[in-house]
């Protein structure tokens, strides 16, 4: 097979550009001068645009409201057409756009199954026979039989899915659509969409949700404004994606942070034994910092333990433990600038660069509530079980100062550092579980008398 042969989506300067008019008869005005005279001003919502989406492959498409999500998947799924560049889609595409696309709200849910499946290729006796499974995973009952205009976004989005899933796409499209799901039936669409792409479909997906984002996508296109931020592996356009969201929390506040970007592993002095090029992890040596540097975190890692005592106080990078075990986050916080209300906080992330379990400072009054001054410094150590599966995990460590314990309307982070560890768990053969996490239980069983079948 071709290489070309096995592309899904190529976008080559792919644009959308529209008229904005201040007035509604400057339209007029526009035809009648003939574009002697401009009456409008131009509005660039894509603008070069470039990437390549090979079959079977998933992108996340991440950016604040108005950078220009819908507007690409809509020109993707060719209900709009571009104004400068081109588009080439190799396959069958299924899109779940904005609610209310796609379906009549005069017609009843049965009916719009039936009309959405035929248009998207379908054949009468395939509908027939896909109509109960489309049906029984939106799950709306009667509600089937009412007009769609009577719908809630849920039951519309509920249809809409279950009717994408079923036509079997090439190419499946969900465009923050899932957001107005409750949690069972979001839970059941990503479970879904994870079967449809071990079996080989092509999946683009934009949500506000960077977690969801980093479950499912392999890599992520950053849109600002129209055009292209950054695009590449999801760990690292996460990543920055994070950073940005921390210089624009402290430019809210009316702070300056400051952004430091490393070169590789060993990079970071204040790293203990920052030797991660060896470790097969995706987040790994890329490590970076960003903050007000008000603060700065140093001496980051696991200390070694021997029992319930650590050993002398030796600061590794990498670590291999078993499921159960205790181990010891530490760092030191050496204080740059005046500030208050510290709390240091720590994530493990998973493969996926998903945060799976956390600590912080907030409950120890000798850190949060004392006024700390140039010169001070300070060591904290987190100390915990391992409760997390087989699999390597990469520690982030920060610090930052919030007096609004309720809203987190006043967040500063003055240091916030990436990658600074890895954690090994290793394997244990016992009975395998699909959580994230395993929390260690006391279990009481005792015996109950003989019960008959009336009771």
Not at 55 to 63: F, K, M, S, Y
Not at 266 to 288: D, K
Request: aromatic share 8%.
């Amino acid at each position: 097979m071709s290489a070309n042969s096995q592309l899904a989506i190529r976008a080559q300067g792919l644009g959308k550009h529209y008229h904005i008019y201040v007035k509604p008869h400057h339209r007029l005005l526009q035809t009648l001068w003939r574009g002697k005279r401009q009456f409008y001003r131009d509005f660039h919502a894509l603008e070069n645009i470039n990437f390549e989406l090979m079959q079977g492959q998933t992108l996340g498409v991440i950016g604040r409201n108005g950078a220009g999500k819908s507007t690409l998947l809509q020109l993707i799924c060719g209900t709009l057409a571009p104004t400068a560049g081109n588009i080439e889609v190799q396959g069958r595409i299924a899109a779940l756009l904005e609610l209310g696309t796609g379906f009549n709200p005069e017609f009843s849910g049965r009916e719009n199954v039936a009309i959405n499946a035929a248009i998207l290729g379908l054949s009468e006796a395939q509908i027939d026979q896909r109509m109960d499974a489309i049906l029984a995973f939106a799950d709306i009952g009667e509600f089937i039989e009412q007009p769609v205009k009577t719908y809630s976004s849920g039951m519309y989005v509920r249809l809409a899915f279950a009717v994408a899933i079923h036509v079997e796409p090439d190419i499946l499209v969900v465009d923050e659509a899932l957001a107005v799901g409750d949690a069972f039936f979001q839970a059941k669409c990503m479970t879904q969409m994870k079967k449809m792409l071990d079996a080989g479909t092509t999946l683009l997906f934009t949500s506000h949700d960077v977690g969801a984002i980093k479950a499912i996508c392999q890599q992520v296109l950053w849109l600002e404004q129209g055009k292209m931020r950054a695009f590449g592996q999801t760990s690292a356009i996460t990543r920055q994606y994070a950073q940005e969201w921390v210089l624009q929390a402290n430019a809210a506040q009316g702070v300056v942070a400051e952004t430091v970007l490393e070169t590789g592993p060993g990079s970071l002095e204040h790293v203990a034994t920052p030797n991660l090029s060896e470790v097969e992890l995706q987040t790994a040596g890329r490590l970076q910092t960003v903050g007000t540097g008000a603060v700065r975190l140093s001496d980051m890692g696991w200390v070694v333990s021997d029992g319930l005592e650590t050993v002398g106080e030796q600061i590794i990078s990498e670590q291999l433990v078993q499921w159960g075990e205790t181990v010891h986050i530490n760092a030191r916080v050496n204080i740059q600038k005046p500030c208050d209300h510290l709390i240091v906080s720590y994530h493990l992330k998973n493969r996926q660069n998903q945060h799976v379990i956390g600590s912080h400072t907030y409950s120890h009054p000798q850190v949060y509530d004392r006024q700390w001054q140039t010169g001070d410094s300070f060591q904290v150590r987190f100390t915990a079980p391992v409760v997390v599966h087989e699999g390597q995990y990469a520690l982030t460590m920060l610090v930052t100062s919030i007096s609004d314990m309720v809203r987190y309307t006043d967040a500063v982070f003055h240091d916030w550092v990436d990658d600074v560890a890895i954690l090994t768990v290793a394997p244990r053969p016992l009975y395998p579980l699909s959580d994230m996490v395993e929390v260690e239980n006391m279990v009481q069983v005792k015996s109950l008398p003989s019960f008959t079948e009336s009771q």
